[in-house]
């Protein structure tokens, strides 16, 4: 069950999960509200649109709680998605009709809410959590941005400047009390996001599980770097640096440090560098001695493949992230990761072997784990 069907990463780690699952002998179905066909799953899609008074009625509350309570009340600290689940899509008797002996939920932002999940947990169906956020775990937000507040109540809320009715501390009380009655299983991909949900509280610590998101090796393997920069129309000569995500204005995946930290790499290092920066809104990276590639959002595997490829180094400069497809991606072309040391990624980057690691939200640390990486990109590639 996911809210997207090929939209975004969480639902790209979803559809190779949904691969592997099927390579193993197993009938998939998915459950979305999305309109994307592009799945090995059987599609089973829950109408989106509000119609009729209860509808109308769910949609001003809609309104209330994430157009003003949420989105109009957020301070500075973060403006990655923060959703609170109070209406949602009613489908437990689409799951009791399939006959599932497994119930996995992904990413369902806009899709359940508190009600509609206490429907399925009280179906006679195990449930799996899939953690590609913290959306699970919280009383709204998606990534706390450094709060520890979800460990207890949610309150105070940082991410709020007012919350007089402790709307998020309600919400996570609520997934406590559901969570506590089902007793559902929680899939993290990373070490990090397991800790996570064992310190949340809100799954039995036995029921937290580390499975690593699912990648087709075969698919995103090394291929020649020379043909890959003469596809991109990038000089051979070049130091290539990669970055991108699917929204690069997105505080959380801190572009505006990996700027600063490519202006000090570019002042230490001697000869020409090229950033292909992916996604659907790149940040102006635009420095003198700095040539930008921008290729737009890249949903089209071999593309990706070509970029990872052509670079020396991928750069993630995320403030908080859990295990993003990107790393995976390039590390399975053969191309280093230089990042901050935070979440799934300081879990999974071993410096000197498949990348470099810098101090959290230093863009000087970063500067040198990059060149560290352009150094050494020889050495790190198969």
Known sequence: MNTEVDLGGASRAMQRSISALKSAGHDVVLITL?????????????????????????????FFYNGRYVDRNRTELSDTLFWIPAVGRDVADVVEALDLDVLNIHWTSHFLSLPSLKQLMDLPVPVVFTL???????????????????????????????DPLAIPRDVR?????????????????????????????????????????????EVFSPRSRERAREALGISPDAKIILAGAMDNRERRKGFDLLAEALERVVKRFDGPITVICLGANPTDLELPGLEVVKTGY?????????????????VIPSREDNLPNIMLESMSCGTPVAAFAVGGLGDTIQPGRNGALASPEDPEALATAILSALDRAGEMRP
């Open 132 to 162: 590609h956020d913290m959306a699970h775990l919280t009383g709204g937000c998606h990534y706390p941005a450094g709060c520890e507040a979800f460990q207890a109540e949610c309150r105070p809320c940082p991410q709020l400047q007012f």
């Open 298 to 314: 890249i949903d089209d595997d071999e593309r990706l493949i070509e970029a990872y490829g052509a670079a020396d180094v991928t």
């Open 173 to 217: 009380r609520s997934r406590g009390r559901i969570y506590a009655a089902g007793r559902p299983w929680a899939i993290a991909p990373s070490p990090w996001m397991a800790d996570q949900a064992r310190i949340s509280g809100l799954f039995a610590p036995d029921h937290v599980v580390c499975v690593p998101n699912a990648l087709d090796t």
């Open 34 to 62: 999305g309109d994307g066909d592009r799945s090995e799953a059987h599609i089973v899609r829950v109408d989106h649109d509000w119609r009729g008074p209860v509808e109308r009625r769910a949609r001003v509350a809609h």
